[in-house]
């Protein structure tokens, strides 16, 4: 069975990207949003098996979407894609439940092995 | 490799999204002029930077990523309130958005977008809050942006916009064939040209909304390498994959529907087509396998192939697979011809193999693929040589709506059939035709061809009627229809002729007749009932049950 995706971004670019990578690698991709209260919401409704989430949305920080995904569905994993990269911001978000943490720009293959490990629960890169 | 064609689409949505988010920027940057404080203007152009930034690096356009990496920490300094907009910051800043627009408008020759370095320098302060250093306003450049306004050439548009414009292109049709057809019949030189006119232009009109549907087949083939790849390590295989034809163009609907068939009849290539290595290896062929994807155009119809050069289907266990699981009895097997075997692998239920992989699971499912093809009006046949390997031939529409069709009259009734299914026509002397067992044939350039008589079909509302020869006219019109790798021959009472035609489904309380498929207004008001060919070939075709025996 294929495992089910839910993409959060606000760029359309982002999303039509991550989206062909992660469904070529075999993953089945059940949704796009690009606010966070959609992303909450596509969350409930799909129950996803995993999230990539950016984290600067127009509504809310991707944070508190983490925040809320997490404390709804805590077996839900969270991926970070965000182009932001500061430390203390990675270690809030690994804080807050976040799987793992993928930086912008990234590598395809990079992204695959970080999602694939993170969906089988092996130890965050 | 075949990414070409996805590097392109990347492109392009960059470019538009990114013009668009020039736009909001330059939006915001103006309101934010009049009211400074406006914390969310500046999130938001914060966030249109920001993703600006990594998308252009992403595409590999630097120069752009970092101008928008600039800008962002700018506008990150004044949400922390470390810098004011305001005094010499505002009109840098303004300078700074014109600069990024002209980035973006050269994308490909940045030599023309290149900074001023006097905006740089006033960055650099600004971003500096321990320097001393004064603004340069002597020289900041102005542009006039106000003469430059430039929209993106590529639109988004929901397809279900042009689904709704191509539905109206239909009903416009058959109106305009009203109106032709109207004007033939009145002598009237006015009415003559406009619907001339009328006629010109809504075939163009047809044609424009066709092309706007259309999309690079290529988004679909792209797909296919890593697919190939991940199937072919589970199979424990190499295969070489080669994609040709990326470029044809096809309606974006009819990609859609194809593309579980394709997957379908890939994964069977590599799982049941191309055999392991040693095996290839003892029949002097290469270890590497090769699977080759392939579209063309044929006028209105595109021609998808998927090719391997496996070890075949043997026509013979296929035979017999079909004999022992009751498609057809054994007296019946031996009328039929290879490419009439071949074609029950179709069949729904039908299976070849044994074994369960992950990928392909049991039976060939290819009954699936039967079914995407004829709810598009298309036409699936299979080539295939023993030790040689396997070609799948597609037959698609180019578009949905409107086919192209073949008019014949039975008893004073038009009636329509798509012409993708259709092979020939002939002409038949009543004594060429013959009857064996209870069933009509004739013999068509050494071929046998069996032969219905539609007229009869009709007359038992579809209930098959024993065809009699007496019946016939001294000569009979056949329509020679392909479906499945099979051949039917249809005795008409008189062809009309060739036309465009929009099929309309049937409505309640007729539409459980299957063995029309729809129905079509012509241009003199008629309505012209559209044969299902698959529909009747199943009836005829597959019959385990006798049919009555001819009256001595």
Known sequence: MKQKILIVDDSFYMRTI????????GYSIVGEASDGVTAINMAKETNPDLVTLDLILPDNTGLDVLKAIKKDNPRIKVVIVSAVGQEAIVKEALNHGAQSYIVKPFAEDKVIEIINNAVNDTVAA | MADKAREQEYKEIFVAESFEEYDAINKYVTELEKKPGDDKLVGEIFRMLHNLKANAKATGYLNVSQFAHTLESVFGAIRNKEVKFSGKVVPVIFESVDALGLMLKFLDEPEKAALDPTLEKNLEIILSPASNEAIDEKNIKHYHTAQNISLSDLIYIPIRKLDDMMNLVGE???????????????????????????????????????????????????????????????ENKTIDLEIIGEDIQIDRNILQILTDSMLHLVRNAITHGIEPAAERTKNNKPETGNITISAQ?????????????????DENMV????????????????ELNKKEILSFIFEPGFSLSKEITEFSGRGVGLDIVKNAID??????????????????????PTSIAVKGALLFEIENNSFAIPLIHTDAVVTLDRMEIHEVGNAMVADIKGETLRLIDLKGLFQERGISKPAYKQDLADIVSVIIVSYNNRQLGLIVDK??????????????????????????????????????????????????????????
């Open chain 1, 18 to 25: 991550l989206k062909n990578m992660l469904s070529d690698a």
């Open chain 2, 319 to 334: 035979l017999q697979h079909a004999i022992e699981q009751n498609f057809i009895t054994r007296e019946k097997a031996h």
């Open chain 2, 297 to 313: 155009n044929d006028k209105d119809t595109v021609l998808i192939r998927i090719s391997d050069d496996g070890k075949g289907i």
């Open chain 2, 375 to 396: 709810s598009l009006g298309g036409r699936l046949s299979i080539d295939s040589n023993t030790g040689k390997g396997t070609t799948f031939n597609l037959y698609v």
């Open chain 2, 172 to 234: 416009l049709i058959i109106d305009r064939d009203r109106v032709v057809n109207f004007s033939a019949n009145h002598e009237d030189p006015g009415l003559k040209l406009l619907s001339s006119h009328l006629y010109r232009i809504t075939n163009e009109i047809q044609q424009a909304v066709i092309d706007a549907r259309l999309v690079n087949i290529g988004y679909l083939f792209n797909k296919f390498p890593r697919i190939v790849r991940d199937i072919a390590a589970v």
């Open chain 2, 495 to 552: 062809l009309i002729r060739q036309q465009d035609i929009v099929v309309k489904p049937l409505q309640k309380p007729v539409d459980n007749i299957d063995i029309f498929g729809g129905v079509t207004l012509l241009g003199n008001g008629e309505v012209c009932l559209v044969l299902d060919v698959p529909s009747i070939s199943r009836n005829f075709i597959l019959k385990k049950k006798e049919m009555p025996a001819v009256p001595a």
